[in-house]
C-alpha cells in the first residue's frame, strides 16, 4: 500500500490514474471499430470469392490435364 505525504502526490496519482483509463477506453472503442470492420459482410464476401476462385482454378487445371 502506498503511503502519501501531501494532497498534490494524491492529486498527481488520481490525475495519472484517470488519464490511463481514459486511454485504456480509447484503446477499446479502436479495438472494437476494428472487430466491426473485419465482420462486415464484405469482408466476407471477398474471403468467399478467394476460396470460390481457387477452387475454380483447381478444377480448370483439372479438366485440362485430362
Do not use: N
Not at 24 to 29: D, I, P, R, W
Not at 31 to 37: A, L, S, T, W
Not at 38 to 54: C, E, G, I, N
Request: charged residues 35%; aromatic residues 16%.
Amino acid at each position: 500500500m502506498k503511503h502519501y505525504k501531501t494532497f498534490e502526490d494524491i492529486e498527481y496519482d488520481l490525475k495519472r490514474l484517470s488519464l490511463e483509463r481514459q486511454i485504456a477506453f480509447e484503446e477499446l472503442k479502436g479495438v472494437k471499430g476494428e472487430i466491426k470492420d473485419d465482420l462486415a459482410p464484405y469482408h466476407w464476401m471477398q474471403t468467399v470469392f478467394k476460396y470460390v476462385s481457387k477452387y475454380g482454378w483447381f478444377m480448370l487445371l483439372k479438366k485440362v490435364i485430362r
